[in-house]
């Protein structure tokens, strides 16, 4: 398949992930669909099968007493990352911020704003962030899937965020957007 442009490139990376049909397990063959250019076609049901991938929350979480930004360690990894988790088939993405967030840290969020969202490629992903405001620390026990947590100003969260990562990118775009 000649590569000519990213969008094609893109879809070419799709159609290796995805080969087969995922209700019949047909080989599936690329087919144009007006409006949509070519997409995956199951020959068998007579489908188009579009792309499948997954989607997560990532949460820049507030304390509403003081502005400070919670960040956490995971999974035995030395850096600070943003709370965050995947999405259940058929949950919304704002019911899915305050799970996420209760489950991790117990924390019940008060208000949740839409940030943006970015396509994690290594894990065929569509990330989504949020602003997730809590009323206080008072509630904050971590699970066992946090190693470790701390509180920071906006300035002191940018520098110890991983560096080079979406969270940091998340998080950046977040904070230059409140300047
Ligand atoms: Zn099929």
Same mark, same amino acid.
């Given at each position: 398949m000649p590569i000519q442009s990213p969008g094609l490139f893109f879809l070419y990376l799709c159609l290796m992930i995805q080969k087969h049909c995922f209700e019949c397990g047909a080989a599936l063959i690329e087919k144009e669909l007006e409006g949509e250019g070519i997409v995956p076609y199951c020959p068998k049901c007579e489908q188009y099968r579009f792309p499948m991938y997954n989607v997560a929350v990532?949460? @820049? =979480? @507030?304390?509403?007493?003081?502005? $400070? #930004?919670?960040?956490i360690k995971q999974y035995g990894r030395p850096w600070f990352v943003l709370v965050a988790g995947y999405v259940n088939r058929g949950e919304q993405l704002?019911?899915? =911020?305050? +799970? *996420? @967030?209760? *489950? $991790?840290?117990?924390? !019940? =969020?008060? +208000? #949740?704003?839409?940030? +943006? !969202?970015?396509?994690? $490629?290594?894990?065929n992903t569509l990330m989504c962030n949020f602003t997730a405001y809590v009323k206080d620390d008072s509630e904050l026990t971590p699970n066992q899937e946090i190693d470790s947590y701390q509180w920071f100003t906006p300035d002191e969260a940018r520098k110890n965020i991983r560096p080079d990562s979406l969270a940091e990118r998340f998080l950046n775009a977040y904070l230059d957007d409140e300047d």
């Open positions: 990532s949460m @820049i =979480v @507030i304390n509403e007493q003081n502005g $400070e #930004i919670l960040l704002e019911h899915a =911020v305050g +799970r *996420e @967030i209760k *489950e $991790e840290t117990g924390m !019940t =969020v008060s +208000r #949740i704003k839409f940030n +943006r !969202t970015s396509f994690f $490629e290594p894990s």
